[in-house]
């Protein structure tokens, strides 16, 4: 016999979790004693259960394993909420842990009692209450199962605290990892004859790639056909930036005439991706209802192949397995017109790509700043990025070859940043772990710095601070000009602030500055601080009088 909440730990322990991040709650004591037993899981103890949240999402990511972490009813809960739909968002495998009200106060508005069940309900793939002790082992089994199949996920385990500490059984729950599927054979034959004879093939290739083995199938099949390499949103790390078949990212920011030529593809094999609104340009491109090339969209979720765009191939498989499967064994045959191809939409990425130079008056172009991370990241480096018009040069320029990684919330949240470099660093305390943050996101969950501090973590924090919500600034610009409100920020001190936290720290106002404090940053050998005054000015759209 052992405690539930033994067997639950058991359970986690046994499918590879190592780490868990938490905001500690008196409704889950009875877990949180459990984790003394377990000297293997490493707790991270956090400031806020955003940080804890998103935590656990970018060690997910970064994994390839469910991230979990631990928050208390009620308060605790709603602070995890945009971190769960981080992880909806970008698909990636997140368990959130709640302590729940005893059982006997249940659905009567207890203290600090949600309905995790309609909070959470249009977010997370699953929220299960528990409800006897028995099953706490067996829910933490199915937890950790639909959070990684189909389109990974958000899962919600609320736990009664007085469930927590019950003697039960000590269960055997071992997932083993499933089969990987592809189509069956005509299926293949079908879709490689569309490659075989395809003018102005595309590859659309998604997160699904991040996947073991991921990045080199993709690399093998573009290059046995010779076809150009478009990555879904945010999604950079898949593919070499700098490979000759590499035709740019679908972002926010494409141009019109990227979009239009990738619209001149007579096939597009959309791969790993859910395809969704920002890929898809707003649900533009390719033509909705149905494409006006032949399209080939594979997922290993029933539910998202085709559900965007009507596809003539839909393929509910594993897109790795997939991606192999069609590549040759020996050189095939190319059409001719296809290197022209890639050179057209290859001239257009490289164009769009280019850095700028721009003259900026009121601080330093924080494109300067991210050239010169460029120049100076190593070759294995993680990139963290929080939201922000700070971010855009590195969306746009930086040009990440594998194995760097870019961590970057596809839910477009603020606060990412910061924590989700913590977790990275913790996950590779090998690799140069660099995070980007405006001050306004890291106003946010910037608190989370001190565990760089607590546990030597050698990340380098730069922060761009323009004095504003900048992206918002520009949309409102853009929308109702000259009229500016809510989007100025009065800031302290950061270059203080990060003294007190207790790193290296240090505040840039010239161009002539960055290269220097990027190199000393980097070579800190602990947690440092890059506090750039940044111009506003030169994100900003022309005035209409300009
Ligand atoms: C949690 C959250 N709140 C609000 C927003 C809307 N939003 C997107 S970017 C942004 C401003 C970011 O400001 P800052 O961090 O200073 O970066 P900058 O844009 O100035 O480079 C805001 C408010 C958001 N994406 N996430």
């Given amino acids: 016999m052992t405690s539930s909440s033994h067997a639950l730990l058991s359970v986690l322990q046994n499918h590879g979790v190592d780490r868990v991040f938490l905001v500690p709650g008196e409704s889950y004591l009875g877990i949180l004693d459990a984790l003394c037993d377990f000297p293997g899981i490493d707790v991270v103890t956090c400031r806020h259960e955003s940080g804890a949240g998103f935590m656990a999402v970018a060690d997910a990511r970064l994994s390839g394993r469910a991230g979990i972490a631990l928050v208390s009813r009620g308060p605790g809960a709603t602070n995890a909420a945009i971190a769960v739909h981080t992880a909806q968002q970008d698909a990636i495998p997140m368990i959130l842990i709640v302590g729940q009200v005893p059982r006997a106060d249940l659905r009567r508005e207890a203290f600090q009692e949600i309905d995790y069940r ?96 991921g990045r080199a199938a993709l690399a093998a099949l573009a290059e046995a056909w010779q076809i150009p390499v478009a990555l879904s949103f945010r999604r950079h790390d898949l593919f070499s930036n700098l490979h000759p078949l590499y035709v740019g990212e679908l972002g926010l920011a494409n141009p019109k005439l990227q979009i239009d030529a990738f619209r001149q593809s007579d096939l597009i094999l959309a791969l790993g991706t859910r395809f969704g609104d920002i890929t898809s340009q707003g649900y533009s491109f390719p033509d909705l209802p149905c494409p006006g090339q032949t399209f080939v969209h594979a997922y290993a979720d029933d539910h998202m192949v085709g559900l965007h765009f009507a596809p003539d191939f839909g393929l509910v498989c594993d897109p790795i397995a997939l991606a192999r499967a069609l590549t040759p064994a020996a050189k095939p045959d190319i059409p001719q017109p296809r290197s022209a191809w890639t050179g057209q939409l290859k001239e257009i990425f490289q164009a769009h790509a280019a850095w700028p130079q721009r003259k900026a008056e009121d601080g330093i172009d924080f494109v300067q700043v991210v050239k010169a991370v460029r120049a100076q990241a190593s070759a294995d480096a993680i990139v963290c990025l929080d939201a922000g018009t700070f971010a855009a040069p590195v969306y746009r320029h930086f040009g990440f070859v594998p194995p760097q990684r870019l961590m970057s919330p596809l839910s477009g949240t603020m606060g990412y940043g910061t924590p989700a470099a913590i977790a990275a660093q913790l996950r590779f305390p090998g690799r140069q772990v660099i995070c980007m943050v405006g001050d306004g996101g890291f106003m946010m969950t910037g608190n989370e710095m001190i565990a760089a501090v607590e546990r030597k973590l050698p990340i380098l924090f730069i922060l761009a601070n323009n004095g504003s919500y900048a992206s918002i600034r520009i949309q409102q610009e853009l929308h109702y000009p000259g009229r500016r409100l809510g989007t100025s920020l009065f800031n302290p001190d950061f270059e203080q602030v990060a003294r007190a936290f207790g790193l290296r720290a240090q505040r840039i106002e010239r161009e002539d500055q960055v290269a220097r404090a990027v190199a000393s940053g980097l070579a800190a050998g602990g947690p440092c601080f890059i506090e750039v005054k940044a111009s506003l000015a030169v994100t900003l759209p022309p005035r209409r009088s300009d």
Avoid: C, N
Wanted: aromatic letters at 6%; hydrophobic letters at 45%.
């Fill in 118 to 213: 309609r909070m959470y309900g249009t977010i997370a793939k699953w929220v299960f209450e528990v409800t006897d002790p028995r099953q706490l082992a067996e829910a933490g089994f199915k937890a950790l199962r639909i959070a990684t199949s189909g389109t990974p996920g958000p899962v919600v385990l609320v736990v009664p605290e007085d469930l927590q500490q019950q003697q039960v059984e000590q269960p055997r729950w071992i997932a083993h990892a499933h089969a990987s599927t592809i189509p069956d054979e005509q299926t293949l034959r079908q879709v490689l004859r569309k490659i075989e004879a395809a003018e102005r093939p595309l590859i659309v290739a998604g997160g699904a790639f991040e996947g073991a083995g």
